[in-house]
Every structure is written in structure tokens, then in C-alpha cells.
């Protein structure tokens, strides 16, 4: 059915129900608002709850990360600030997808409704403007007519009239005569008017009017249409994030069966194990006499102090970790551990514990010192580069650099030594030394790259402790090749990608034909060492030269490596 033909008399009622159906898009168009700010605020408020519970960066952190639980709870915050990064995406797809498409076309719905109301009262307006022309015609036709008729009668009773002069009875034929030919143009003009009114009238409610309508109708079914596609985009968001808000649920879930209860009690005890032996039997003595434990030397009692105290007031010493002409240590660590600092040494952990703080210690300097000594080697290799070829830069620039890592080396080494003489102490204090052999706790990290910088087992075959000497036995050995240096610029021509590279470390390239790179950055390798200790990398189309083999990990292609 069509408006135009059907609903030609309801201009105001259309008019009326097109302004309702904008209302409805702006009323949709705000609950689509209110739902994306609830999901922002709810976004805001999951990640919130995720950061308040997250560990805070501190000694504690490093605990709860032994425990399977632990890492399970953390594992679902992260995938809980995942869960709320896709209501911040449904919150996005909501505002670009429908809020901001259903502004603009309700300011086009608007104007273009205008448009066509205007259309219509315009044709309404030149309608009334012809009726109103037709009725004054009318009204001057059936005035014309009255004229005509007293005139005529004026003219009948001056020619009954007797008493009238000739010249008055033809003044009043000739005033009857105009009067009839007024009222003739007067019907002619009536009778002109009402046919063009007519022709007008049918113009408009059977072509001006049904096309207006239609265009009316028109915009309301697009309208229509255009709300129906908003709704089902409203549910298409939500359903375009559920694949990933399953992974989060999936990753929550996996977390939670990957919990190991018998893991988590056994960390219990390497966390907790002080080292001690229990104490031994209660010798039966005399009456009168002190009572004696028979103790080893690391039990949680101590067989001197009880025989300088008499009986039944002798007290157990939790933490023996020192002799007694060193209880002003013991004091001091105590001390420490009030105003908040930790002994360097750790001595105020029991022995199990301290052992493996020292060891974690010791490996964590090997791998500085392994860092600096690889440091070191590559430097030496671009000295002795500058010495064969000074184009390539000055040999001096490097020393003040290779003075500093070697005192670096020099410090990290008497460091380690130092913490090396504090585990051979705690080794010599724990029981059942003989029978039991102690091996290197590696704190090895995910992330971890450098295979060399693990910890070497600290144990003889008898048994005892051996000390490694020097960490240069972990420097990689490197091939005692030399080749010259390119002396042209033709070497620098465009050459094929072979393979990548990542920079270990951060290389300045102040010379001319070398390049700058940072530690972590990844390069494209066009020239492999030719045993001058230089590789030859690229950044992009523009930006290539050398930088020193040493301070890249290099991964050539296979094609390459075939070849």
C-alpha cells in the first residue's frame, strides 16, 4: 500500500508519525551510548580489581611465585585484564560500528524529512492561495450579478414612471447595460478560475501529494531498515569477541588444573628447611649436677651454654647460626633486620635457606662477569681491526672503554670470590657433609639466552668443595681469523639478505663503514665474518654497514648456510 494514495488527507498525522520515528532512532541511538559506558566502566573496574590483587614488586613477590597456586592466581588476573580489554573493544565496536553511524544519519533523516514536509505545505499553501482566488471571483460574479438585477429594476420602474424624463429612462437602460456586461466578464472570469482551481486541485491529491508521500514513505522504511541493521551489528559485537573471551576462560581454566599440591608441599620445605638436626637424647644425670644434652653442633641446642647454666634453666637456641665469642654479630644482624636492611651476607637466614641465597648470588655474578668478558673480547676484536686497518678507525678510542670493563671484571670477581668464601663457611656448618653431596641451585629464568652462564657444580668426588678459579673458561673460543678490511666503496653495493641477526649487546658505530645498533634490536645480515671479527648488517634499503660479529646473534638462512 502507498501513502500517497492511501493517505492523502493525513498530512498531519504523518507528519507526526515520521517526527516519532526519529525520536525512536535518537532513543536507540542513547541506549547503544549508555551500553558502551557500561561496559567501559565495567572494563575499568575488572582491570582495577586485577591490578589491586596483583603482587606487589617486592621480596614477597618472588615467594609466592614458587608456589603452583600462585602462579595459577596470577596466570587468571592476566587473563581477567584480557576478559576486560574485550569489553573495552566491544565499548569501541559499539561507538564506531552504530553511535557514531546512527548520529550522522539521524541528522540526514532529519533534514531530509524536513525537506519533504516543506514540499508538502508548499503545495498546500498554492492550493489554499487558488481557492482563495476562486472564491473572490465568485463573490465578485454574485456581486456583479445583484448590481446587474437592481439595475435592471431601476431601469423597469424608470420606464413605468410617467413622470420620468426620456434622458433619465436612458440613463438607467444604459446603467442596466453595463451592469449586465460586469456581471458577464464577472461569470467568464468565475468560470475561468474554477477550471484551472480544479485542474490544480487534481494536480495536487493525485500527483504533488502521493509523491511527497511516497518519498515519506520511503524515508521511514529506510529508517526502518537502517534500525534493523544497528540491532543485529549490537549483537555481531558481542559475538565477534567470544572467541577470545573463551581462550581468556579457557587460560583461567588451565591455570587452575596446572595447580600441583604435592609440588606446592615439597616447595614448602626447600623454602623453609633450615639445615638443622634435631636434638639428641637427654642424658640421665645425677642430682645436683647440670643436665646435659648430647647434641651435634649445629642442633637447635647448645651443649655450652647449657653446661654453664644450671638445670632447669637452660634455654634452646633457635638460631645458632654462629659461635658464641660472635654474638655481637648475631646482635648486629638482628639489629639490621629491625631497621629494615639485610645482612650482605645473609646470615640471618638458616643454613639450607642461606646456602641457596649465596649460590643464587654467585650465579648471578658469573653471569655479569661472562657479560662483561664478552664485552671485552669484542672490543679487542675491533682494536686489533683499527690497528690493521686505521681507516676503519683509531685503536685508542677503545682503551678507556676496555679499562673500565676491566675493572667491572676485577670488582665482579672479588665479589664473587667474597660471597664464594661466605657458601664455603655455610657448606662447612651443614650436617652429614661427608655423607650427602651439595649441587649448585641455578636460578635459571624463561627468558633466559646465554647457555654458558649457568652455575658449575661445586663438588670433588669425595665430596668436598672446589672453587672455580676464573670465569674465563666459560668465554666461548673464537676462531683466529684475519682478512683486510674493504678499502672501497664498491663493497657497500646493494647485496642479498642471507640471514638475521639480534644485538646483544649496544654498539656505537662512529667510524666510517660501521653502524649504530641497540641490544635487543633485529637486522638483516648481508655479509657473513670473513674471520676479521666484522659482520656486515642491514636496517633497511638506506641504512648498512658493520657492526662486530661478537655483539650479534647471527641466524643465516639455510640456502645460505648450504651454500
Known amino acids: 500500500m502507498s501513502w500517497g494514495t492511501e493517505l492523502w488527507d493525513q498530512f498531519d498525522n504523518l507528519e507526526k508519525h515520521t517526527q516519532w520515528g526519529i525520536e525512536y532512532v535518537d532513543k536507540y541511538t542513547k541506549f547503544v551510548k549508555e551500553r558502551s559506558e557500561i561496559e567501559i566502566s565495567y572494563a575499568k573496574q575488572i582491570r582495577n580489581l586485577s591490578k589491586k590483587y596483583q603482587p606487589k614488586k617486592n621480596s614477597k613477590e618472588e615467594e609466592e611465585s614458587k608456589y603452583t597456586f600462585c602462579r595459577a592466581f596470577l596466570t587468571s588476573l592476566n587473563e581477567l585484564n584480557d576478559y576486560a580489554g574485550q569489553h573495552e573493544v566491544i565499548a569501541e565496536n559499539l561507538t564506531s560500528q552504530i553511535i557514531t553511524d546512527l548520529t550522522r544519519y539521524l541528522q540526514e533523516l532529519k533534514a531530509e524529512r524536513k525537506s519533504h514536509f516543506h514540499d508538502g505545505r508548499k503545495a498546500q499553501q498554492q492550493l489554499e492561495s487558488s481557492w482563495k482566488q476562486l472564491e473572490s471571483c465568485?463573490?465578485?460574479?454574485?456581486?456583479?450579478?445583484?448590481?446587474?438585477?437592481?439595475?435592471q429594476q431601476h431601469f423597469e420602474r424608470m420606464d413605468a414612471d410617467i413622470n420620468v424624463t426620456k434622458a433619465d429612462v436612458e440613463k438607467a437602460r444604459q446603467q442596466a447595460q453595463v451592469r449586465h456586461q460586469m456581471a458577464a466578464d464577472s461569470k467568464n472570469d468565475y468560470h475561468s478560475y474554477l477550471q484551472k482551481f480544479n485542474q490544480e486541485q487534481h494536480e495536487h491529491y493525485y500527483t504533488v501529494i502521493p509523491n511527497i508521500f511516497q518519498n515519506l514513505q520511503d524515508m521511514e522504511e529506510k529508517r526502518i531498515e537502517r534500525l534493523g541493521v544497528c540491532m543485529k551489528t549490537f549483537?555481531?559485537?558481542?559475538?565477534?569477541?567470544?572467541?577470545?573471551?573463551?581462550?581468556?576462560?579457557?587460560?583461567?581454566?588451565?591455570?587452575?588444573?596446572?595447580?600441583?599440591?604435592?609440588?606446592?608441599?615439597?616447595?614448602?620445605?626447600?623454602?623453609?628447611?633450615?639445615?638443622?638436626?634435631?636434638p639428641g637424647d637427654v642424658e640421665f644425670e645425677d642430682y645436683g649436677q647440670a643436665m646435659k644434652r648430647t647434641v651435634s653442633e649445629n642442633s637447635l641446642s647448645n651443649s655450652r651454654e647449657s653446661k654453664e647454666k644450671p638445670a632447669g634453666k637452660s634455654k634452646s637456641k633457635l638460631w645458632p647460626f654462629i659461635k658464641n665469642k660472635n654474638k655481637i654479630t648475631l646482635n648486629s644482624h638482628v639489629r639490621s633486620l629491625i631497621e629494615g636492611s639485610v645482612p650482605e651476607d645473609f646470615s640471618h637466614l638458616p643454613p639450607e635457606q642461606r646456602r641457596k641465597k649465596l649460590q643464587g648470588k654467585i650465579d648471578e655474578l658469573k653471569k655479569d662477569i661472562q657479560k662483561e668478558m664478552d664485552q671485552r673480547d669484542a672490543l679487542t676484536k675491533m682494536k686489533d681491526v683499527y690497528v690493521?686497518?686505521?681507516?676503519?678507525?683509531?685503536?685508542?678510542?677503545?682503551?678507556?672503554?676496555?679499562?673500565?670493563?676491566?675493572?667491572?671484571?676485577?670488582?665482579?670477581?672479588?665479589?664473587?670470590?667474597?660471597?664464594?668464601?661466605?657458601l664455603a663457611e655455610v657448606e662447612e656448618r651443614m650436617p652429614s657433609k661427608s655423607e650427602t653431596h651439595r649441587k649448585s641451585v641455578i636460578y635459571e629464568t624463561q627468558n633466559s639466552t646465554v647457555s654458558n652462564n649457568c652455575a658449575q657444580d661445586r663438588e670433588s668426588p669425595d665430596g668436598s668443595y672446589t672453587e672455580e678459579q676464573s670465569a674465563e673458561t666459560q668465554v666461548k673460543a673464537v676462531a683466529n681469523r684475519t682478512s683486510c678490511a674493504p678499502e672501497s666503496d664498491d663493497e657497500f653495493d646493494e647485496l642479498e639478505t642471507i640471514g638475521t641477526c639480534k644485538a646483544l649487546y649496544t654498539f656505537e658505530g662512529q667510524n666510517e663503514g660501521t653502524i649504530s645498533v641497540t641490544e635487543g634490536e633485529l637486522l638483516y645480515v648481508i655479509e657473513e665474518d670473513k674471520g676479521d671479527g666484522w659482520t656486515r648488517v642491514r636496517r633497511n634499503e638506506e641504512e648498512e654497514g658493520y657492526v662486530p660479529t661478537s655483539y650479534i646473534e647471527v641466524l643465516l638462512e639455510t640456502n645460505a648456510k648450504d651454500s
Open 388 to 422: 690493521k686497518n686505521p681507516q676503519m678507525g683509531d685503536p685508542a678510542s677503545v682503551d678507556p672503554r676496555l679499562a673500565e670493563i676491566a675493572m667491572n671484571i676485577e670488582k665482579l670477581q672479588s665479589e664473587e670470590q667474597k660471597f664464594e668464601n661466605w
Open 138 to 151: 465568485k463573490k465578485k460574479f454574485e456581486r456583479d450579478c445583484k448590481e446587474a438585477d437592481r439595475a
Open 235 to 278: 549483537a555481531e559485537v558481542d559475538r565477534q569477541v567470544l572467541p577470545i573471551v573463551g581462550k581468556c576462560l579457557d587460560g583461567m581454566t588451565s591455570a587452575a588444573e596446572g595447580i600441583e599440591p604435592k609440588t606446592d608441599s615439597n616447595q614448602v620445605v626447600e623454602s623453609y628447611k633450615s639445615g638443622f638436626e634435631p
